[in-house]
């Protein structure tokens, strides 16, 4: 997300404090605590559509909003400081690999949602092979060099690059010129971009034989999950209820996030394009479902990352025996579709 994002994010945490929750820890046990992995947006639209909707209250549940901070979403579930938090299958396959008690309970978004960007204007980059030699400007993101070298020699290229670790300040970096490529949120620094008259183009993972993966996921402590089956089914499906509302009216669900965070999207227009955009193209697998997951997908991409060697253990070791992926999600909590 964008550098003016990142400046908003303490009046954001404000926001999201005083009406929907508190960051303190809990202090009541049948309080379902769920961690942000950034300020609010249509990653999150499923979770305040189930708030605003009313799904969690109906099912009788006390659900808490962790505001972002600078500790990962699966550190806090992993430590028992929330119960459920916002993830990636990249970043869940890296915590859980190296010890994190943790597994991806519902799959948001079915496919990448990001893609290599590049102003839309620079003719010398017309496809990722291009890309060697350039400058990269990246989220020091384990893992992000294998995959974009990866692309690139898939593209005929060699994959060698420089790479300056720049966070939030990537975008800007690109836009200005200072540095040539990033990997761009589509539904967000993707329509961002041309609402600020700064066009880039974009290069998809997959159009270059990339494994497909899963941009989003949800995940839960394992402990937890397994001392609190009802709450956890209960919780899962009322979210999962949130994430099929955003995909089935996505105006109504951007709505719903707008009210839910009083002043906080400067452009509420982003808001309603961005959720059209997830509805459309990254919400539904091939049956039609929301949340669901399945181990091809997951075998494929995070096989990747083991067999480049990135994956390691509790004790910082590369791992030398291929997870078995099947332990890293479970479709047991979701309700019938």
């Known amino acids: 997300m964008t550098l003016s994002r990142k400046i908003g994010a303490l009046a954001v945490a404000v926001v999201t404090v005083t009406s929907l929750t508190s960051c303190a820890q809990s202090t009541d046990s049948d309080t379902i605590r769920f961690a942000l992995d950034w300020t609010p947006n249509t990653n999150h639209t499923g979770l305040y559509v189930a708030l605003q909707e009313g799904y969690f209250a109906d099912a009788g549940l006390d659900v808490e909003i962790l505001p972002y901070n600078s500790t990962s979403p699966d550190t806090l579930v992993d430590a028992g400081n929330a119960e459920f938090g916002i993830s990636t299958q990249s970043s869940t396959t890296f915590a859980k690999t190296a010890g994190a008690q943790i597994i991806s309970v519902l799959a948001p978004l079915q496919h990448w949602a990001t893609g290599i960007g590049v102003k839309a204007d620079r003719e010398d980059i017309p496809s990722p092979k291009a890309l060697d030699g350039k400058v990269y400007a990246g989220f020091g993101d384990t893992g992000e060099k294998a995959g974009l070298r990866q692309v690139i020699q898939n593209d005929g290229g060699k994959g060698e690059y420089?790479?300056?670790?720049?966070?939030?300040?990537a975008y800007e970096a690109v836009y200005s010129g200072t540095a040539d490529f990033t990997v761009s949120y589509l539904a967000w620094e993707g329509i961002e971009a041309e609402h600020s008259g700064t066009p880039m183009k974009y290069f998809d993972y997959t159009d270059y034989g990339f494994p497909d993966a899963y941009a989003l996921t949800v995940n839960g402590n394992e402990n937890w999950l397994a001392s609190h089956p009802d709450e956890a089914e209960k919780f899962v499906q009322a979210l999962q209820r949130g994430y099929q509302l955003a995909a089935d009216d996505p105006v109504r669900a951007a709505q719903d996030i707008i009210d839910a965070n009083p002043g906080v999207f400067t452009d509420e227009q982003l808001v309603f394009e961005s959720q059209q955009m997830l509805a459309?193209?990254?919400?539904?697998?091939?049956?039609?479902?929301?949340?669901?997951?399945?181990?091809?997908?997951?075998t494929e991409y995070s096989k990747f990352l083991y067999e480049n060697g990135v994956l390691v253990d509790q004790g910082g070791n590369a791992v030398d025996a291929e997870p078995d992926w099947s332990t890293y999600f479970t479709d047991d909590y979701l309700g019938a579709q």
């Open 162 to 169: 420089d790479t300056v670790v720049l966070g939030t300040s």
């Open 280 to 298: 459309d193209r990254y919400m539904l697998d091939e049956s039609g479902a929301v949340g669901r997951q399945n181990l091809d997908k997951w």
